[in-house]
């Protein structure tokens, strides 16, 4: 802190009692749900579209911009998936003989 003819000149005080508690450095912001009305406007005139032109849209990226379309489906999908356990529950000396039989022929048994 510095003092000059006894008046502090403390920068740190000075912009932690600018504003009082509740108070707003700007007082004629955005007014409140102004945002999600712009979402809501937003996501209404895209369903829209996409309900009008959505299967040729796809269809003319998937086609003319593969690697746009993938970039797409991979921003669409999850990103972590919980995959089903497919290790068999049962050990192989516990299966039949016809049991084998199927596993080893591929399911054509």
Known sequence: ???????????????????????????????????????E???????EDFATNGIEVIEKVRNDRP?????????VLPKQMQLEDLTPQRRAEDLTDDELASIASGGNA
Do not use: C
């Open 1 to 39: 802190m510095i003092s000059t003819n006894g008046v502090s000149t403390d920068k740190t005080s000075e912009k932690q009692n600018r504003w009082k508690p509740g108070q707003s450095g700007n007082p004629a912001g955005r007014p409140k749900g102004a945002r999600s009305k712009l979402s």
């Open 41 to 47: 406007t937003f996501l209404k005139a895209l369903s």
């Open 67 to 75: 690697h746009e379309y993938l970039k797409i489906v991979a921003a």
